[in-house]
């Protein structure tokens, strides 16, 4: 397969490596994977462990109380085991978090699903999904965050055109090549990106874990692998508004409330790994 790259260039913009995969336009890897990447080399989500429990708990207990607790008939819930089982939760705490959701425990009625939409520095877009039990708390709290480094809630509507659902699922590139990544486009992957010592594969949201299977099928170790909303456009941010942009971030995926965020950020590598070290 051939690659192709465009003549395209926007300023501030990381150009992916060429590889053998057909790249989209000038897609660069998502922000929100290199930076998780980076903290995850780091030790950084070892240190939150417990309070990851707690968000996979809760996201478990509410799949299967919309959906069911039958994994192999509800994918939401399937997706929700799945990122617990990547995160080393034991299997107890899935098997209890399922069947509170199921009706062993009537706390899962209490939690909602809320999006919340706002501006961080450097005119960045932010998604801030929520699963909450008191949604004038969460908002308050998201509202103080956000003011607090330099950002500003919107209104419904206000940055989520600028996104759209898709399944992406992170590899590490130092540990194999494009030709192992055959197996994704096989099962329908649209894309492939590597930036640095990592490969990101797109897929529709739909194809997400038939994605997954085909690549550990293949013997590829999938690092993470999750449904988010993908920008559609990017917002260059300069190093001097990046350290409060992923610090804003990192507050919002601190709040026991909060489960993903997603931003149309694009910030150089070496400037997130500087972030990471100060």
Known sequence: MSARTTAQSTPGAVRPQTTGFAVLDWTVMSGHSKWSSIKHKKGAADAKRGALFTKL?????????EGGGDVDGNPS??????KAKDNSMPKDNIERAI????????DADAFERIVYEGYGPGGVALLVDTLTDNRNRTGSEVRHIFSQYNGNLGEPGSVNYLFERKGELVVDASLYSEDDLMAAIDAGAEDVVQDGDVFEVVTDHTSLT????ALEGAGVAVQSAEIRMR?????????????????LIDALEDNDDVQPVHGNFDVDDAVLERVAAS
């Open 57 to 65: 708990t809760r996201a478990i207990t509410v799949a299967a109380r």
């Open 77 to 82: 819930l399937a997706l929700a085991v799945q």
């Open 99 to 106: 069947n509170k959701g199921t009706g062993a425990d009537q």
């Open 210 to 213: 038939a994605v997954r299977e």
């Open 231 to 247: 920008p559609t456009t990017r917002t260059p941010v300069e190093e001097g508004d990046a350290g409060t942009l992923m610090r």
